[in-house]
């Protein structure tokens, strides 16, 4: 989860040119802000380091997770929109 995602996408979105996909705005999230992916990063690699062996607990990697949460961030403003 990131902080503050709302502003942030808001703020990719701004500065984006062209074509808007999933793809370019993953991009230009990760040349805006590298610090909040290394964060996540770092998250996911303390939590998958502290299961317990043979415990499952279903997270989905970082990159996942955020073209996950972009995509349902620009679906649903391109319906307000």
Do not use: C
């Not at 996408?9 to 999230?29: A, C």
């Not at 990063?41 to 972009?70: C, H, W, Y």
């Amino acid at each position: 989860m990131i902080l503050d995602q709302e502003q942030i996408f808001k703020d990719v979105l701004s500065k984006l040119e062209g074509t808007i996909n999933e793809q370019s705005f993953f991009n230009k999230f990760l040349e805006l802000y590298p610090e909040v992916w290394k964060k996540q990063k770092i998250m996911f690699s303390k939590f998958n380091k502290s299961k317990k062996f043979g415990q499952t607990i279903p997270l989905a990697k970082p990159e996942v997770s955020l073209r996950k949460d972009i995509r349902i961030w620009l679906q649903k403003n391109q319906m307000q929109s």
